[in-house]
């Protein structure tokens, strides 16, 4: 799923975080837990080899049908096949679920032959029918289309003509179709959830799935467990076990590597530049520094709006007009947010899709651009009517001082650190900025009570999701619902390019359209994506003797779109290499996936948004 990772119409009081730091637990390295009373480095030979993972990220829900955080979608990669995969190497599409796929000449209908060599982890064959089940649901269940919707927007008809064989009948091209990141699940369980809002498939275990691993045990704000599947397919993983363990405090989790407490520091989403600092040189531990599929931006309140035409929210009226919203972006340095927050680790923001998806990837022109410019901003504000009072406050048309209140996340130091940079670059130009910064960031941000947001979202390879959740179909139906819209963004020229690069076969003209998309989201200023972040994470060689990156070249490993990273690892006492690993690897050190999560409570009151630890 894109990365991100993607939510939909849920009632609002069950939406889902994406990015915010969950209210969660404080965990220190090596603290015990019901699953480990007495944490250790490793299991006995006869336990099991066991992968650990830290995490600075909760679990927004383990249903595939609601889950939009990074990490819940990373974790359902693992635990359900799709259709089709990306290939670590270069990321084209590859069999998964389906061995081949064909398209009838107008391109409306398209066949998937399913392998008859995947099964349940109960035991029973994975079917056709399974995928024509999980479509119907999510095409007929507004609660089952809430994190993955716009995949089957444009689907007419999905039947299974026999247990290898789908077909999908759509209403008008589709050019999505050998990336449908949507999870398939098994019909025999699921047909019996009553309400996909609510259910998030973290009562009973194991959960039956057929991905290279299986979910056995899950605790809130403490842990995800998950046992190889030595029926997968593809071959069993060489770890007996993966564990995700949260930590709170990234610090904490850096500590525990060191200790060898856990073998993977996944940071929030990445390392800080000081953590990865001090671990570079160090004993039996390696960084990783590739570029990500990240982008890190500054969202404005564009106006709460529902497709009922209803608004709601108290954005500040004056981010309505698009001068007052070119001139905050152009009083954003973002070379010195690159040197001197990123410390390099980074590189400078401009369009929507991060540089690694070179297709995609746009920049604006020398005369579009909005360069760092504090004079030309405060040209503009005095343009729009904002101007400066006696105390050189810029006033609002109600004649009080403008002050911004800006959504920060608690649990990531980059959003504390912009704030600050922020207050100062803005405060020059005379408008105030409160840092709003929460474990939760979900509240104010669905009921549209904020006036900027640091926001962000990792991009799959294709772009078809992140592009989606900027149109006005995306809005809430009505303010009481939530719908599958970032940022309540709604515009009607970019809504008709979003619908032509979905039927767009040709690669090349569907990027056109795509960058078309992307200079359009630029101009009107709603969105300042300031930085594509490197992946940093760091790991145990002692632990870990090998594991896959993605791209191969240069990549990251935590939050891949897919499952390669944790399939291919291989122990650092196995004595051999791994049939199942890919050709490209990097020597790593990684022992268990244990993943205390922190959860906003329970599941039923959290909500969904795409923020800095976003979807996939």
Not at 161 to 175: D, G, H, W
Not at 279 to 295: H, K, Y
């Amino acid at each position: 799923m894109g990365t991100n990772d993607q939510t939909r119409s849920l009632p609002r009081g069950l939406r889902l975080v994406a990015v915010a730091g969950a209210a969660a637990l404080t965990l220190t390295a090596g603290l015990a837990t019901p699953l480990d009373p007495a944490p250790q480095q490793a299991r006995a030979a006869d336990d099991g080899k066991v992968l650990t993972v830290a995490v600075a990220q909760s679990v927004d829900s383990l249903s595939p049908f609601l889950a939009v955080r990074l990490l819940s979608t990373s974790i359902h990669r693992l635990m359900y096949e799709y259709l089709t995969s990306y290939d670590p190497k270069d990321n084209h599409a590859i069999p998964g679920l389906a061995t081949k796929w064909e398209s009838s000449p107008d391109k409306l209908t398209w066949t998937y032959t399913i392998r008859s060599n995947s099964k349940w982890s109960d035991g029973k064959q994975a079917t056709a029918e399974d995928a024509a089940w999980t479509f119907n649901k999510m095409m007929t269940d507004d609660g089952a289309a809430t994190a993955n919707g716009s995949y089957v927007g444009n689907f007419k008809k999905v039947t299974a003509p026999s247990p290898t064989k789908l077909v999908v009948e759509l209403k008008k091209p589709q050019a999505t179709m050998t990336s449908l990141d949507v999870p398939i699940v098994p019909k025999h369980v699921w047909e019996k959830v009553s309400d996909f809002s609510e259910f998030n498939n973290d009562k009973s275990f194991p959960v039956v799935g057929n991905g290279p691993f299986t979910l056995t045990g899950y605790k809130a704000d403490s842990y995800v467990r998950l046992k190889a599947n030595k029926g997968f397919w593809r071959g069993t993983p060489k770890f007996d076990e993966l564990v995700f363990r949260y930590y709170k405090d990234q610090d904490a989790a850096v500590s525990a590597l060191r200790k060898g407490e856990v073998s993977f520091v996944a940071g929030s989403p990445s390392l800080t530049p000081a953590q990865a600092a001090s671990l570079e040189g160090a004993d039996n531990i390696q960084v990783n520094d590739a570029p990500g599929r990240r982008f890190y931006a500054l969202a404005t309140n564009p106006g709460a709006r529902a497709k009922n035409g209803k608004k709601f929210g108290d954005g500040h009226p004056s981010l309505l007009d698009q001068r007052v919203r070119n001139a905050l972006f152009m009083a954003v340095d973002r070379e010195a947010i690159i040197e001197k927050v990123f410390q390099g680790h980074a590189v400078e923001g401009e369009g929507y899709i991060p540089p690694r998806f070179s297709q995609y990837y746009w920049k604006p022109s020398a005369s579009q651009k909005l360069t760092y410019d504090p004079a030309e901003a405060a040209r503009l504000l005095d343009q729009a009517g904002y101007k400066k009072n006696g105390d050189g406050k810029r006033v609002g048309k109600d004649g009080k001082p403008i002050s911004y209140r800006v959504l920060c996340h608690a649990t990531d130091p980059n959003d504390k650190a912009v704030g600050k940079y922020l207050q100062e670059w803005w405060g020059e130009l005379g408008i105030g900025v409160q840092l709003n910064c929460l474990d939760n960031v979900t509240d104010p941000w669905l009921a549209g009570k904020y006036d900027l947001a640091f926001d962000g979202w990792s991009v799959n390879p294709d772009p078809d999701f992140v592009m989606s959740i900027h149109t006005c179909g995306a809005l809430p139906a009505t303010p009481e619902d939530t719908g599958a819209t970032d940022n309540f963004i709604c515009d009607k020229k970019y809504d008709e390019l979003y619908a032509r690069q979905l039927a767009e076969y040709d690669p090349a003209k569907r990027a056109d359209i795509v960058q078309q998309m992307e200079s359009r989201l630029y101009d009107l200023g709603y969105m300042n994506v300031m930085a594509y972040p490197n992946a940093v994470e760091a790991y145990r060689t002692d632990q870990i003797k090998s594991i896959t990156t993605m791209p191969a070249k240069a990549g990251n490993i935590y939050g891949q779109d897919g499952y390669w990273s944790w399939w291919s690892a291989v122990p650092a006492d196995s004595g051999g290499s791994s049939e199942n690993a890919s050709s490209t690897v990097v020597v790593v050190g990684v022992v268990a996936v244990v993943v205390l999560l922190a959860g906003l409570g329970g599941f039923a009151v959290m909500r969904r948004r795409a923020t800095a630890e976003d979807r996939e």
